[in-house]
């Protein structure tokens, strides 16, 4: 019996594109995060802000003359990130190079298991004047706990995501986020990590756990019977 999941879920139910049609288009959605900047802090006047929402209104209907019906994937991993599936969410809202919404944050695995991410945080993400949203660390720690997890062989969805703020995470500075799995018990994975300054300041702390869902195990052995049967 196959077991009933929402289409948009399923990785064969996607669309996969080709490296060459990603780099078209994640360079539009890096034109797009530098118009979401150029919004945010525009002080021409306001004629001419309104003639500019036409024309961005009339490149939104081009855009969306042809729509897929959910978020694309990878055919191949995407620099930077790690190879798995996980990876190649092109329009994950953290690490999707195709999201204007995402940084986006890379994804380096290193030898001894762990995982880091250096990126920069500007405008769009900010909370307390000059500072990152608390929303903001808490969806990137979410994403690269959630991938550091996947890539031990546990991959989940969060069940429980704390986090501690030590100090304020400064907008426009590199800051590195370093992640690592503590324990690892049937599907069930922890992991933790922290967010520090330049000059090695932690400013968040976070730990989470991630379950191994019961209808994605469910699904798996419902493709192995299909397999074994054809
Ligand atoms: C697959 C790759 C995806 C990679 C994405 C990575 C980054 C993105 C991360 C996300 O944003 S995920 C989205 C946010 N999270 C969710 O929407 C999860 C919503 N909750 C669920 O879907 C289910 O509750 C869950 C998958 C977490 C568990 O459901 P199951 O039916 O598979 O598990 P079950 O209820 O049988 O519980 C299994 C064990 O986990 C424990 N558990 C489940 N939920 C828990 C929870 N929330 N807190 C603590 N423990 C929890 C549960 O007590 C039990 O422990 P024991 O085995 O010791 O009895």
Partial sequence: MTTALPPTI???????????????????AEEVRALIDAVVLTDVPDAEIAEITGQVRALTDRLGAARLGAAPMADTPIDGLIASGMSRQLGNP???????????IPFEALPDGSVRSVFTLDEPYEGPPGLVHGGISAAIFD?????????????????????????????RVPLTLKAR???????????????????????????????TPRHLLAEEADEAQEQRTS
């Fill in 10 to 28: 399923r990785p064969q139910d996607r669309s996969f594109l080709g490296e060459e049609q990603v780099a078209v288009r994640a360079r539009l």
């Fill in 181 to 211: 799995i503590t324990r690892r018990e049937g599907r069930k994975c922890w992991a933790d990590g922290e967010i520090t300054t330049p000059d090695g300041r932690v400013t968040v702390e976070a730990t989470a756990m991630f379950v």
């Fill in 94 to 104: 953290v690490t999707g190079v195709l999201n204007p919404v995402a940084p986006p």
């Fill in 143 to 171: 994403q690269v706990l959630g991938m550091t997890a996947g890539m031990s062989g546990v991959p989940g969805f969060t069940a429980t995501l704390e986090l501690r703020y030590r100090r304020p995470t400064p907008l």
